[in-house]
């Protein structure tokens, strides 16, 4: 079992940046794929963003496409979500995941089996 921590959170106004990490421990990812969800109050997890094992291909929702940039350092077992331009809608709790599988081609949340315990971004107006 991998165990996935998420940190960075905070609170931050419109327009700024936050940069969430997630340490990986454990057994080894196994050439995975990983993932960023998040969720706010009274809605469903929500896919934010992929990135394949070499790091090599990433995928992102339109949402947050040419804001956020996700990436990972499989030496340091650590993956990572810069938040560039924060808006109020993008507050909610967010999530680290590990895929199932190795492509970004498959990203909705049944596709991930590890999850992190979350860490909460407000933005404010």
């Known amino acids: 079992q991998v165990q996935l921590v998420e940190s960075g959170g905070g609170s931050v106004q419109a327009g700024g940046s936050l940069r969430l990490s997630c340490a990986a421990s454990?057994?080894?990812?196994?050439?995975?794929?990983m993932g960023w969800f998040r969720q706010a109050p009274g809605r469903e997890r929500e896919f934010v963003a992929v990135i394949s094992w070499s790091g090599d291909n990433t995928y992102y929702a339109d949402s947050v496409k040419g804001r956020f940039t996700i990436s990972r350092d499989n030496a340091k077992n650590t993956l990572y979500l810069q938040m560039n331009s924060l808006k109020p809608e993008d507050t909610a709790v967010y999530y680290c995941?590990?895929?199932?599988?190795?492509?970004?081609?498959?990203?909705?949340?049944?596709?991930?089996?590890?999850w992190g315990q979350g860490t909460q971004v407000t933005v404010s107006s």
């Open positions: 454990g057994r080894t990812l196994g050439r995975k794929a």
């Open positions: 995941a590990v895929s199932y599988y190795s492509s970004t081609y498959y990203y909705a949340t049944s596709d991930f089996g590890s």
